[in-house]
């Protein structure tokens, strides 16, 4: 199954399988010959031994974005890698990474006997804290993690949770399950600062605070690419949206879709220039380019009655303004003929909303 799924995806972060065959009993499979390529644990090695220098940050971010390709393609087709780690990512001498040994690839919440079998398969130091519970069906939560093993390692020299591995197995696990997730300290780096934290997220013990899956971990990650890059942004973007914990995706999404267009977005509660919140929100929609209001029901049924009053100021000022919802009907009579974007929760951390957004912007 795996092997089938190798041969038809033909994505070019894949190693190529080009036939498998049973022989007497026994399964071969046949791979493209990628000339020149080394393993990220290999490299690993060499930057701890000091025979080739750190992955400058650029080049960093280029080849995560590298992996989180061939992953999210792996997810897209609806499977889960499930032994991610630094022994089957491979690097070119071009710098072009390709995603190898996905022999345990298993279908995404797949709970039949062959999933159940291959629960006591696994790569124990990038094995997500879950996959020791050896019950829950598989998602793309594991590959994340995983994910986030190896981009810490590769990035720090290290494993995110020790700093020499267990010599057992049950250490191991005590460790994933107990141990405090450090960083190096950040000093005025403001690629570390937008980098680590996308890290963290990738390492969020609870599956259901990690990315969906490695396509909302790979947006992310070209904003954070985006802004690093440093380029001058072209237009800014006021962002009215409620502040509460239940909106992080949708600010998510917004912040990524805008870094992606070279658009700076603006959340209110991110910036403290004023004593007086209403004159920073006067300020900050008059500089702005267009505005953005995130018009979602609360809890009573109605859109957030500040955001509402942020956009009246905002087209007042005769700015465009762009109104995202997952509830139309519930928008004031005179917004219902505004240009809006309606959403379903559920998709906010997909690609198709981030493509969705990134052509409005």
Same mark, same amino acid.
Request: net charge negative.
């Given at each position: ?310 956009? @009246? ?35 906010? @951390? ?12």
């Amino acid at each position: 199954r795996p092997r089938r799924l190798q041969a038809e995806l033909q994505h070019p972060r894949i190693v190529p399988a080009i036939d498998f065959f049973e022989h007497e009993g026994e399964w071969f499979s046949v791979f493209a010959r990628i000339p020149a390529v080394r393993s990220l644990r290999d490299i690993i090695a060499s930057i701890q031994d000091e025979r080739r220098p750190p992955f400058s940050i650029t080049e960093f971010v280029a080849l995560s974005a590298g992996v989180t390709d061939g992953l999210a393609a792996i997810h897209r087709a609806g499977y889960v890698h499930r032994t991610l780690g630094p022994h089957n990512v491979f690097v070119d001498s071009a710098g072009f990474v390709r995603l190898a040994d996905i022999g345990c690839a298993t279908p995404m919440g797949a709970d039949d006997e062959a999933a159940r079998a291959f629960r006591l398969f696994m790569r124990p130091a990038s094995a997500g804290p879950e996959q020791f519970a050896f019950e829950e069906a598989f998602s793309p939560a594991i590959d994340n993690w995983a994910l986030g093993v190896t981009l810490f390692e590769l990035r720090y020299g290290r494993h995110p949770y020790w700093q020499e591995t267990p010599p057992t197995l049950e250490g191991v696990r005590t460790a994933i399950l107990h141990n405090e997730l450090t960083f190096p300290p950040v000093v005025d780096d403001h690629a570390e600062q937008l980098l680590q934290p996308w890290l963290q997220r990738l390492l969020e013990r609870l599956p259901e605070k990690r990315y969906g899956d490695a396509l909302e971990a790979q947006r992310d990650l070209q904003a954070i690419a985006a802004e690093i890059d440093g380029r001058r942004p072209v237009a800014r973007a006021f962002v009215a949206m409620p502040f509460a914990s239940a909106f992080d995706g949708v600010w998510r999404a917004i912040w990524s879709a805008c870094a992606t267009c070279r658009v700076a977005a603006t959340r209110i509660d991110e910036s403290h220039r004023h004593e007086s919140i209403w004159d920073e929100i006067c300020e900050a929609i008059r500089s702005s380019d267009f505005a953005i209001a995130v018009a979602t029901p609360d809890t009573a049924g109605v859109p957030n009655p500040n955001v509402m009053l942020e956009v @009246g100021y905002a087209r007042a000022l005769q700015k465009p303004v762009l109104l995202l919802t997952d509830a139309p009907d519930t928008l004031p009579f005179d917004l219902r003929t505004q240009r809006a974007l309606f959403y379903k929760p559920e998709s906010v @951390g997909g690609g198709e909303f981030h493509r969705q957004l990134v052509s409005i912007v």
